[in-house]
Structures are given as structure tokens and as C-alpha cells.
């Protein structure tokens, strides 16, 4: 019983410490700092580099996002979802954005020039944004 207990210990033992020696540090390195190419940015303003900004974009495509920006129109789909068209400031695309639960998560009506953050999917680009499964992270109105 004994030996047995031994041969557990000293191969447990063993797993941790060749882990520790061959791990693969770049991987870690890779997970812990974020890379350079996962921002949806331009170097330039955005205005005048929309193939660049595409191009950071497409990296992003079926991840969380966060925009923010003015409300352009907003209407109810076929699924009775709102349906948000943001411009933010540093996306030179009009976004599209289907608000999840929206019953529940709007408490005001929204007003055209409303300044909101939304979060959602990041699902298609082409003429615009696409974003499914919002939800609202905060809302302020412009000042007139």
C-alpha cells in the first residue's frame, strides 16, 4: 500500500514539474497580452481609411464588441426586437444593432442625437455593422 501511494505521489510530482519546465510560454504570453491586430481601429482618421478599418474588423467578426455613438432611427423588427442604427465616433460604417429583450431593457422611449453604448455580437460587415444580442450598457442625451 505504501509503494503505491509512493509511485502516485512521485508521478503526480513528475507531471508537475515537466509542466512547469515545457510549458509553452509564448502561448501564455499570447493569451495574457492582448495582440496588436484585435482592435477595431485605424491608424489614420477613420473617415479616410474605411479599407483599413475593414480590415482590423474582420478579426473581430462573431466576438463582444462595445460601440458608442449617436442614434440615427431606430424601429421594431419582424421579431419585435428594437432595431438601433448607431454612428459612433471612431467607426466610419453606420452600425445596426437588434436589442435583445428589448421590452425589458428600454425604460424611455429613444430619441434621435441620443448619445448610447451598446454591447453586442459582432456579426456581418459590409455597407454597415451588424450586431445581434444587444444590450444597452448606458444612455445620456445629447445637450441641445
Known amino acids: 500500500m505504501k509503494k503505491a501511494i509512493l509511485y502516485i505521489v512521485l508521478f503526480v510530482s513528475g507531471i508537475l514539474i515537466g509542466s512547469l519546465i515545457f510549458i509553452d510560454k509564448d502561448f ?6 492582448p495582440k496588436e491586430n484585435s482592435y477595431l481601429a ?13 480590415q482590423s474588423a474582420y478579426q473581430m467578426l462573431g ?24 454612428k459612433d465616433y471612431n467607426i ?10 428589448s421590452e425589458i431593457q428600454i425604460s424611455e422611449p429613444f430619441r434621435i442625437g441620443e448619445t448610447i453604448s451598446l454591447q453586442g455580437k459582432f456579426t456581418e460587415l459590409g455597407e454597415e455593422m451588424h450586431l445581434d444580442d444587444c444590450r444597452i450598457i448606458s444612455r445620456t442625451e445629447r445637450e441641445r
Open 28 to 33: 501564455l504570453k499570447a493569451k495574457l497580452d
Open 42 to 54: 485605424a491608424n489614420k482618421p477613420v473617415e479616410h481609411n474605411l479599407e483599413e478599418f475593414k
Open 63 to 86: 466576438k463582444s464588441i462595445i460601440v458608442k455613438g449617436d442614434i440615427l432611427e431606430v424601429y421594431k423588427n419582424q421579431y419585435n426586437e428594437s432595431v438601433v442604427y448607431l
Open 92 to 101: 466610419p460604417l453606420t452600425i445596426n444593432c437588434s436589442l435583445y429583450n
